[in-house]
C-alpha cells in the first residue's frame, strides 16, 4: 500500500542553524513527490516537487529511490520558516490521479 | 485572492443534520478534492472528481457525499451519518497529469466544522 511516513511531530531549531525535515514513503511504481507547507493563517501550498530539482525559499530535497526517502533540507534557517510541512505522494489510479499525505512536521525556529 | 474559495470558514452543526459545504474553483481545473485534516492525522481524502458528473470515494468517504455537476464547483456533505464531523476541511484542484508527472493540487482556506 502506498504510504508516507514523516517521524518527527515536532522539530524545533534555532535561527541559522541547519534543518532536515525526513520523510520516507512506501510505493511500488515511480514515485512523484511534493513537500507542501502551510504557514500560520495561511493556505496550504506547494512548496517543491522532485521533479523541479530546484532550491525554493532555500529549501530542497532529493529524492533518493535505494533508501525510499525525500527529506527537506535547509542549510540555515530562517524565523519565517516555522510552519507545519508535510511530504506527498502522487500516484494514478484507475485513471484518476491521487495524493497520499504524511502526517506532518511543526518546524519552529527560535531566535 | 482567487483560485479556490471555500465557504463557509466556520460551521456549526446540530445532532442529526446534514450541512454543505462549499468549494468553488476559478482556475479551469479538471480535477478537484475534499480532504479532512484532523490534528496529529495529516490529510485524509474523501472524494474526489476527475470531471465532471464523475467522483470517486477516497479513503475516507464513509457519511460524506458529494457532487460534481460543474466543472467549477464541487460541495461536500456532511451527513448525519458522519459520527465524528469535527474537523478541518480542505478543497483542492489540479491540472489533469501532463506527459509523465502529476500537476501539483491547489487549496482553499478550509472550513471549521464544529458540532453543537
Known amino acids: 500500500a502506498q504510504r508516507v511516513t514523516q517521524p518527527e511531530k515536532l522539530l524545533s531549531v534555532f535561527k541559522g542553524a541547519p534543518v532536515e525535515l525526513k520523510c520516507n514513503y512506501s510505493?511500488?511504481?515511480?514515485?512523484?513527490l511534493f513537500w507542501y507547507v502551510q504557514y500560520s493563517r495561511q493556505r496550504l501550498q506547494l512548496l517543491l516537487r522532485?521533479?523541479s530539482r530546484e532550491s525554493i525559499k532555500g529549501f530542497t530535497a532529493d529524492l533518493n529511490k535505494g533508501e525510499t526517502s525525500f527529506h527537506l533540507k535547509k542549510p540555515f534557517a530562517q524565523e519565517e520558516d516555522s510552519a507545519m510541512y508535510y511530504c506527498?505522494?502522487?500516484?494514478?489510479?484507475?485513471?484518476?490521479?491521487?495524493?497520499?499525505f504524511g502526517k506532518g512536521t511543526k518546524l519552529t525556529v527560535n531566535p | 485572492d482567487g483560485g479556490i474559495t471555500q465557504s463557509p470558514k466556520y460551521l456549526f452543526r446540530k445532532e442529526g443534520q446534514n450541512v454543505t459545504l462549499s468549494c468553488e474553483q476559478n482556475?479551469?481545473?479538471?480535477?478537484m478534492y475534499w480532504y479532512r485534516q484532523d490534528p496529529g492525522q495529516g490529510l485524509r481524502l474523501i472524494y474526489y472528481?476527475?470531471?465532471?458528473?464523475?467522483?470517486q470515494k477516497g479513503d475516507i468517504a464513509e457519511g460524506y457525499s458529494v457532487s460534481r455537476e460543474k466543472k467549477e464547483s464541487f460541495p461536500l456533505t456532511v451527513t448525519s451519518a458522519q459520527k465524528n464531523p469535527t474537523a478541518f476541511y480542505l478543497c483542492?484542484?489540479?491540472?489533469?497529469?501532463?506527459?509523465?508527472?502529476?500537476?501539483?493540487?491547489?487549496f482553499g482556506d478550509g472550513t471549521r466544522l464544529s458540532i453543537l
Open positions: 506527498a505522494l502522487s500516484f494514478p489510479q484507475g485513471g484518476s490521479e491521487k495524493l497520499v
Open positions: 522532485h521533479i
Open positions: 472528481s476527475q470531471i465532471v458528473n464523475d467522483f
Open positions: 510505493y511500488s511504481g515511480s514515485p512523484e
Open positions: 482556475l479551469n481545473h479538471d480535477a
Open positions: 483542492a484542484s489540479s491540472r489533469p497529469r501532463t506527459d509523465l508527472w502529476a500537476q501539483p493540487q491547489h
